[in-house]
C-alpha cells in the first residue's frame, strides 16, 4: 500500500499513523533546504497575503530573473514555466526557431520529461522506443538518440538540419554518470560550429551540485539552460534561460510561450527566498551537501557490503544514485545490469525500517540532513538487509526512526 504523508520538516516526514521516515526522496529533488525551510515558508506566506495570481506582470518576476543571471553563466535571459517538461519543450521550440531547423539529439539514459518527442523509456532506454503506452510515435520522428561521452556518435548525427543537443550536464538519472574528460567542452564546440544550440538539462543538478548548477562546477556554457526542481525548493517553477539573441524569439513573439501560472508571484516569491538563502551561505551549504551525500553514499555501502543486497552507489554534491549491482557502475551500459528489483526490495525494507527512498535509485540530501540522520540510515540500513534475508521486507509500520 502506498505510504501517505500528512506532515514533514527539516529532513523528516511523518505518515497517516503517526510514523517518522527520514527523507532521502526530497519530492523528487525540489526540497534542497529541506521540508518547510523558515525562509521559503515567510516568503510564502508573504505573497499570499499580496495575491496568489495576478495572470499579469509582477516586480517578482523581474527580480527572480535577475537572480537567475546573477548565479547561472548561460542565464543572459530567462523566462518561466511550472514544470520541467514544459521547459523543455520551450527550449527545444526557441532552438528550433532561432536556426530554422528541426532535428533534435538526445542522448540514452538522459531524462527530459514525459513529452512524446523526447520520452524514450529513459527508465533503462536502449533504443528509440517510447516510453509510454499512448505515445504518438510520430512525434519523435525529429529525435535522434546516440550514446553519451562518444564524440564520434555525436559527430556522426550532426548536420545542417539538427536545431539543437539537448544533454544532462551530470546524467543523474541515468545513474549520476559524469562525462567523460574533456567530453562537455569538445561536445559544445562541435554542436556551435555545427551552427547548433547547445541546451543543458539542468533541472535536476541546477542550484544543487553548485549554486550555478553543473556548468559553473564542471566550467562549461551551454546555449540555453532549463532548470526546475530545487529552483522552487518545493513550489512548482520551472525556467529556460540563455543567450539574448536565442531569447528574442521568445521577445519579439515568433516562439508561443503562453501557460495560465506561468511566473506565479507566490511560486517566483519561493523561488527568489531559495536563490537568496543559497546566495547567503553558498560556501557552507555546498560543502554541507557535498559531505551528506558522501557520508550517505558510504554509510549505504558499507551497510549492505557482503550481502545478496550490496550496493554500488554514485555520487556528486547533493545528489546520489543507488544500483543493486555486483560490479562498479561506470557507464550507462552497466546501469542496465542492475537489478532493479532488488534495489526495488531494498527500498521497501527501508520504508519499514523508517527511511524513505526512491526505488528508482536516486538519493537526494538537502542541508536540513545531519551526520546524526546517516548514522541512523547506516543502522536502518544493516536492519534492512536482516530484514530481507529473513524475508520480512513489508512491514505496517517503521521499526526505525518513529
Same mark, same amino acid.
Given at each position: 500500500?502506498?505510504?501517505? @504523508? ?9 505518515? *497517516? ?48 530573473? =535577475?537572480?537567475? #543571471? ?7 535571459? #530567462? /523566462? @518561466?514555466?511550472?514544470? +520541467? ?21 538526445? @542522448?540514452? +539514459? ?22 509510454? &503506452?499512448?505515445? !504518438? ?15 564520434? %556518435? ?21 545513474? #549520476? ?8 567542452? =569538445? ?5 556551435? %560550429? ?6 543543458? !538539462?539542468?533541472? /535536476? ?13 564542471? %566550467?562549461?556554457?551551454? !546555449? ?7 529552483? +522552487? ?11 539574448? !539573441? ?30 537568496? =538563502?543559497?546566495?547567503? &551561505? ?55 545490469? &542492475? ?5 526495488? &526490495? ?8 523508517? *527511511? ?24 536502518? %540500513? ?21
Amino acid at each position: 500500500m502506498p505510504i501517505a @504523508f500528512t506532515h514533514a520538516n527539516g529532513a523528516a516526514m511523518w505518515d *497517516v499513523d503517526g510514523n517518522q521516515y527520514i527523507d532521502y526522496s526530497l519530492a523528487y529533488g525540489p526540497l534542497i533546504l529541506g521540508h518547510n525551510p523558515r525562509r521559503v515558508v515567510d516568503a510564502i506566506e508573504a505573497q499570499v497575503r499580496r495575491g496568489i495570481s495576478f495572470g499579469a506582470n509582477h516586480p517578482l518576476e523581474a527580480q527572480l530573473a =535577475e537572480a537567475i #543571471c546573477r548565479v547561472v553563466p548561460s542565464a543572459e535571459q #530567462c /523566462i @518561466f514555466s511550472n514544470t +520541467g517538461t514544459e521547459a523543455v519543450q520551450v527550449a527545444l521550440r526557441i532552438a528550433r526557431a532561432a536556426t530554422g531547423r528541426t532535428k533534435i539529439v538526445k @542522448f540514452l +539514459g538522459h531524462y527530459h520529461g514525459w513529452a512524446d518527442n523526447v520520452n524514450l523509456g529513459s527508465y533503462g532506454e536502449t533504443d528509440r522506443t517510447p516510453g509510454s &503506452a499512448g505515445q !504518438d510515435p510520430g512525434a519523435m520522428a525529429a529525435t535522434i538518440v546516440v550514446g553519451w561521452n562518444d564524440i564520434d %556518435a555525436l559527430r556522426e548525427v550532426l548536420d545542417d538540419d539538427t536545431a539543437a543537443v539537448i544533454m544532462e550536464p551530470v546524467n543523474v538519472d541515468g545513474g #549520476c554518470l559524469h562525462a567523460s574528460d574533456g567530453y562537455l567542452e =569538445e561536445a559544445a564546440g562541435l554542436v556551435r %560550429a555545427n551552427g547548433t544550440v547547445l541546451i543543458f !538539462d539542468e533541472v /535536476i543538478t541546477g542550484f544543487r551540485i553548485s549554486l550555478g548548477g553543473a556548468q559553473a562546477k564542471y %566550467a562549461c556554457t551551454p !546555449d540555453l539552460t532549463v532548470l526546475g526542481k530545487a529552483l +522552487g525548493g518545493g513550489l512548482p517553477i520551472s525556467a529556460v534561460v540563455g543567450r539574448t !539573441d536565442l531569447m528574442a524569439v521568445v521577445a519579439d513573439g515568433r516562439v508561443t510561450h503562453a501557460g495560465t501560472h506561468n511566473g506565479n508571484p507566490v511560486t517566483t516569491a519561493a523561488a527568489l527566498a531559495v536563490i537568496s =538563502e543559497l546566495e547567503a &551561505a553558498t560556501t557552507e551549504i555546498y560543502a554541507h551537501l557535498d559531505v551528506m551525500s558522501t557520508l550517505l553514499a558510504e554509510a549505504l555501502q558499507a551497510a549492505t557490503s557482503g550481502s545478496d543486497h550490496a550496493l554500488n552507489v554514485r555520487r556528486d554534491t547533493g545528489v546520489g544514485h543507488g544500483f543493486q549491482s555486483p560490479s562498479p557502475i561506470l557507464e550507462y551500459g552497466d546501469t542496465l545490469c &542492475a537489478s532493479s528489483e532488488r534495489y526495488g &526490495a531494498f527500498t521497501a525494507a527501508m520504508l519499514a525500517e523508517g *527511511v524513505h527512498l526512491m526505488p528508482k535509485g536516486i538519493l537526494y540530501v538537502s542541508v536540513a540532513h545531519t551526520e546524526g540522520d546517516i548514522t541512523r540510515t547506516y543502522e536502518a %540500513a544493516r536492519r534492512a538487509i536482516r530484514r530481507l534475508h529473513d524475508g520480512r521486507q513489508h512491514s505496517s509500520s517503521p521499526a526505525a526512526g518513529s
